[in-house]
């Protein structure tokens, strides 16, 4: 990573001129991006080309598998071995990596498995910005380059002169992938085509392709050895090269679709979307279509690491969902059948528990017929597969996290006037999946009010059973608010009394949710601080908070807003032992709070709930300075397709939905003096924080659209209608400030 090369190309073209008939200078949004923010540490992501929501990332591999590699790639190492076009970005899954090319020079460099065929490069010939990838591979001295349509990865070689060859790996598999079959064919002197169908997380998966050269190969040969699975074979494991005499400077173009659906199907995305060798022209296409996605939202301030930490967030937030389905609609479905989107794009990958919280809440502003469709896709996931997602991808269901999260999603889109998708359905949907008695221990959490502990769940191997009941409470809630707005009323009863089922779980003699076993007995020994097979990913202090849709009924179980308030202090300074052995997502502490795991996000904006709103801006600014950083380390935990980045988009422009699903948005303490956020149609909202910078970062007063604003919170229409909100921002906290009109409660006691 070469930061210093960032900003270089950044002043360069801030400084070109425009042509007379421009008003203003052009920025190139792609330079603040810097793909290399959490390659290092828990981030998990990786630094290769992508377009906005595409199906293709392609990207190195570092080619060994573990948890530090589990998006292929780790800054710490000193290998690649392939470029392949599917990638999971921060999630903590070890799937996928498929379609994987590496060019070489003769003799080329073989390790023993599982590395492999490989190069060592350096991090000093190696660089990205959001659509590009480039790196020089130093024992072929080879420079290669990797572009993106949403279909299409394109790839650039310049060999030297050599006798040089390039392999196609369809035979690898990477952490919890599994090759269960492969084919490779040749069409032509420049053209291939095969599958590669496998097993992991993503549950008999397949991927088709459709490949062309820039110039004929000499020769292909094919490397085929039997797949044997519980002593029989189930397939064939494929390895091509493919030869080239190569002159000094010579470049081959390596353009390449992918299909869920057929070879045919690669051909019809390949032929639309790369119909030419021109590198060169898809970069700027891709660039384009980046600086479209980007400029939604443009900030102003003079650190120009807050603006590459910004738009790096709001880059990664556009990773995924990704788009499934080809160039005709066609698309792969959970059926295991070939289904057809008319009028609408099919989106996968939806890593719901840790998106529903932000991610989708961005997209209602920056991506509303994204959201249609995403909802669309959620509809027919249901139609194809009986239940809405969990955490689906790549036309399977992985069963993973917990809750049924397409839900708020759903309910959010609808409440704002979004899309023209069939609510009825929709909320059909939402309610068969909320009582599918046989999954999940739903049917025990409508039977007692809470999911016990000391019943087996067969769907997934940790009991998560205290988070369970705390997130089906939300989703409920969720359920809830859409029947009363559409006027089913009896359903709005049914569903906003499970929304109070997290009250079951209420311990009053330790003033914590704790576990409790089917005859209603709470666990004994229970430790807040511990972590157990019984909350998921976190321990009691991080899932206490995660009652976002009835916070005033949170705050009356404690003892009110004194009591609640000094719960929050605690939890902020209640530090682990030194010698404490935290999980692996335990990360991002400040105290007991740990941001490096969604539940936790909202949690530091309730204090604006009981009339101390200084403390929200004080350790919101503590926290994105200490933890989200223009550096390798820059995301402290998983990326989480989007969800952790979403929250610094948010917090970073000075607002957060603390309750998905609701209208109204907490404020924080934005880190920009401006924020204009493109709405469409001519509409923006702005958010002019007078003064803020470092030291400024307490709100000494505000106005929206002109209107003094006394609470720390606006409602959604607010922002839609467009409009400005203004804040005066000092140094100094103004305890006097927003404490007497906290954000509405939006629960069903309220109504």
């Known amino acids: 990573m070469r930061t210093p090369i960032y900003l270089c190309l950044l002043l ?386 992985t069963d993973m996290m917990i809750g049924y999260h397409a839900v708020p999603v759903i309910v959010d889109a609808y409440l704002k006037g979004i899309g023209d998708f069939d609510a009825k359905k929709a909320l059909d949907a939402c309610i068969a999946t909320a009582n599918l008695d046989n999954y999940r221990g739903i049917g025990l959490y409508k039977e007692l009010g809470y999911i016990p502990y000391n019943v087996t769940d067969h769907y997934n191997a940790e009991n998560w059973s205290l988070s369970k009941t705390l997130e089906y409470a939300f989703d409920d809630y969720c359920i809830a608010e859409m029947a009363e707005k559409m006027g089913k009323q009896d359903i709005a009863d049914e569903f906003y009394k499970r929304s109070q089922n997290y009250k079951n779980v209420y311990n009053p003699a330790t003033s914590f949710m704790q576990p409790r076993d089917d005859k209603g007995t709470f666990i004994k020994d229970f430790k807040a601080d511990d972590y157990t097979p019984h909350i998921c990913e976190s321990n009691g202090w991080q899932y206490f908070w995660s009652v976002q849709h009835d916070i005033n009924g949170l705050i009356d179980l404690v003892g009110g807003k004194n009591r609640f308030a000094e719960k929050l202090d605690s939890m902020f300074t209640y530090h682990p032992a030194a010698d404490d052995e935290l999980p692996i997502f335990s990360t991002g502490m400040i105290g007991q709070y740990a941001h490096g795991n969604e539940p936790s996000h909202h949690v530091i904006y309730l204090y604006n709930k009981v009339g101390q709103p200084w403390k929200t801006q004080k350790r919101i600014r503590v926290l994105l300075d200490q933890w989200f950083r223009n550096d390798l380390m820059g995301v402290p935990g998983d990326e989480d397709g989007g969800g952790m980045s979403a929250f610094v988009v948010f917090s970073m422009m000075g607002f957060y939905p603390v309750t998905p699903g609701s209208p109204t948005y907490n404020i924080g303490s934005p880190v920009f003096s401006d924020v204009k956020i493109d709405l469409g149609g001519g509409n923006v909202f702005e958010i002019v924080a007078d003064g803020a910078s470092h030291d400024n970062k307490y709100v000494q007063s505000a106005t929206l659209n002109g209107e003094e604003l006394s609470g720390p919170w606006f409602d959604h229409s607010r922002i839609t209608a467009g409009g400005v909100l203004s804040l005066k921002m000092g140094p100094k906290a103004n305890k006097k400030w927003g404490i007497g009109n906290p954000p509405p409660s939006v629960g069903p006691m309220q109504k």
């Open 12 to 397: 360069t073209c801030m400084l070109v001129s425009c042509t007379p008939t421009q008003e203003k200078h052009e920025t190139d949004y792609t330079l603040y991006v810097n793909p290399f923010i959490g390659t290092d540490f828990t981030g998990n992501t990786y630094p290769g080309a992508q377009a906005p929501f595409g199906m293709v990332q392609l990207s190195p591999d570092n080619g060994l598998p573990g948890w530090d590699r589990i998006s292929g790639y780790f800054y710490p190492d000193s290998t690649i071995a392939g470029f392949s076009h599917t990638h999971l970005s921060g999630t903590g899954a070890g799937d996928l990596y498929d379609i994987s090319f590496m060019p070489v020079t003769l003799p080329y460099k073989e390790a023993e498995a599982p590395l492999g065929i490989h190069s060592k490069f350096s991090h000093e010939d190696e660089s990205a910005y959001a659509g590009y990838y480039q790196v020089r591979l130093k024992d072929y001295n080879i420079n290669v380059e990797l572009t993106a349509t949403e279909r299409c990865g394109i790839q650039r070689y310049t060999f030297p002169e050599a006798q040089s060859a390039i392999f196609l790996n369809l035979k690898k598999a990477m952490n919890w992938d599994f090759t269960n079959d492969s084919y490779i064919e040749k069409i032509d002197s420049v053209t291939i085509q095969g599958y590669r169908f496998s097993d992991g997380w993503a549950r008999d998966q397949h991927i088709y392709f459709r490949t062309r050269f820039s110039r004929p190969f000499e020769k292909m040969e094919l490397d085929t050895t039997a797949i044997i699975k519980d002593n029989k074979r189930i397939g064939t494991a494929v390895i091509a090269r493919f030869d080239f005499n190569t002159k000094e400077g010579e470049q081959i173009l390596v353009n390449t679709a992918i299909s869920g659906t057929s070879m045919d199907g690669a051909a019809k995305n390949l032929q639309a979307e790369v119909p030419e060798n021109d590198f060169d022209k898809y970069l700027a296409e891709t660039k384009a279509n980046w600086n479209r996605q980007l400029s939604k939202i443009e900030v102003k301030g003079d650190n120009e690491d807050d603006k590459v930490n910004f738009y790096t967030a709001l880059y990664h937030s556009m990773i995924a969902p990704t788009i499934y389905n080809d160039v005709d609609g066609t698309y792969y479905g959970p059926d295991k059948k070939v289904h057809q989107a008319d009028g609408w794009v099919n989106y996968s990958t939806f890593s719901l528990w840790d998106t529903y919280r932000a991610a989708h809440p961005l997209f209602t502003y920056t991506e509303p017929e994204r959201v249609n469709d995403m909802i669309k896709s959620f509809i027919a996931f249901y139609e194809q597969n009986g239940r809405l997602p969990v955490w689906n991808f790549y036309g399977s269901e």
